[in-house]
């Protein structure tokens, strides 16, 4: 149905031919923009209408006073589930440091949120198919989980800004959420607004570069370098993607426009996790909580488990 | 006077609200004292991890999300 309505307006409306460059790109970009922002809105409304409010506050007193392992896996998959905006990063830093949650935990937690969550899932499922998602969505638990781990072993706490120790969390006394369905619905339209009006942007540009590549890059210059016999084609792609940055939603069309050509599956994956996860932006954000060193760290670390899961993927596929 | 503190790290959302408490307060023809609060351990000491949250005479009454108009209507008439 999407697929017709970019057809309709590209080749019929406006005339284009669609062997040409211009004609796919702009088929391209009318069949994603109507695709995913139906999802979006659809998805959205729902998630608000069933989400009993998963907040920051609750997953912190999920995970303090457990054994690591199932601090950790709550810590991923909490992460997973819960979206928050990155300007709540410091207080949540602060607020799990103070509960006494381990910082490798705290780095599982900051790794899982931005890479995986319940609106990029459904969109990917919609335009890559389940099977893609599951293994975008299964390598980006694993490296959740070891990055974590691994962060642990460098003792970042020597990192950590002198005054964060100092502060202490007082008594949250939230009132009880109002369970109607009316007040749900609220919640739910509210959602729309708030994050349909954040992430409108990312997709649009996502959908504009991925209906670029579509369009302008030729096949086979994309089969020559990036189609997985070469390994550079993964590092390359993840040191592309830590200066972008894209919301999780908005880097899907380009990752459907790289397939779509011929990129291999695996270096995709690396890209699409590179450049949701790792960012400027995040990182200035972080740095008023704890120094370069760790946040160097944390970087060269994610780099490295990208490029594993890149090359890890593209090995077997062939 | 109600004394009503918006908090939050002076993100967007943050604006939001604030401007959506002044706003009603106007229309309701209500004076109240409004404030702005980024200080991160101010905030913690409330309890509150996600912003923005709001603070009504000392008591926290919402955190996390840009509140509905008629939470907003009702914290400024009270």
Known sequence: MFDSIGNLVAYRLLNLSPTGQLGPALQFFVMDLAKIFSLLLVVIYLMGLVRSLMTPERVRDAIRQRPDWQARGLAVGLGAVTPFCSCSSVPLFIGFVEAGIPLGVTFSFLIASPMINEVAVVILIGILGWQLTALYVGAGLLVAWFGGLAMQAFRPERWVEGYVWQIRLGQSLLPENDRSLRARHRYALGELRTLVGRLWRWVVLGIGVGALFHGYVPESWVLEHLGGDHWYGVPAAVLLGIPLYANATGVIPVAEAMLGKGVALGTTLAFMMSVATLSLPELLILRRVIRWPALALFCVLLALAFMLVGWGFNWIAT | ?78
């Open chain 2, 1 to 78: 006077m109600k004394r009503i503190q918006v908090l939050g790290s002076g993100c967007r959302n943050c604006e939001i609200t604030y401007n959506a408490i002044r706003e009603a307060a106007r229309q309701a023809g209500v004076e109240i004292e409004l404030k702005k609060v980024t200080d991160i351990a101010t905030i913690l000491g409330y309890g509150v991890m996600s912003t923005p949250a709001v603070v009504v005479d000392d008591k926290l009454v919402h955190a996390g999300s840009i509140p509905g108009p008629d939470q907003v209507r009702g914290w400024v008439k009270g």
